[in-house]
């Protein structure tokens, strides 16, 4: 059984900083076996939107509403993503969820974390 267990949320003022995290676990799961490695968020009343992956090459996307402000990297070694975030903003106030996956056949392996809630006050 493989889990994905996000840590790292709380509430901070605008303008600060949090880094969220994402370990891995299960069998012989290993972030770098995964195609793709996300986060998402979604805010009270909104569909869940995709923040930022890393690709198993290392590729980077963000959305534009976070470019420059976070960051997406992982550590092998602890099989755990990270999310910097800097310079929050209270539109960043949302429950943040980690996901990884991979195209296996015709199909695709896809998992996910419990989510980790961020709320950003003014």
């Known amino acids: 059984q493989v889990q994905l267990v996000e840590s790292g949320g709380g509430l901070v003022q605008a303008g600060e900083s949090l880094r969220l995290s994402c370990t891995a676990s299960?069998?012989?799961?290993?972030?770098?076996?995964?195609?793709?490695n996300r986060w998402y968020r979604q805010a009270p009343g909104k569909q869940r939107e995709l923040v930022g992956s890393?690709?198993?090459?290392?590729?980077?996307y963000y959305a534009d509403s976070v470019k420059g402000r976070f960051t997406i990297s992982r550590d092998s070694a602890k099989n755990t993503v990270y999310l910097q975030m800097s310079s929050l903003k209270p539109e960043d106030t949302a429950v943040y969820y980690c996901?990884?996956?991979?195209?296996?056949?015709?199909?695709?392996?896809?998992?996910w974390g419990q989510g980790t809630q961020v709320t950003v006050s003014s």
């Open positions: 996901n990884a996956g991979r195209i296996v056949g015709l199909g695709n392996e896809d998992y």
């Open positions: 299960g069998r012989t799961f290993s972030i770098n076996d995964m195609g793709w």
């Open positions: 890393i690709s198993s090459g290392g590729t980077t």
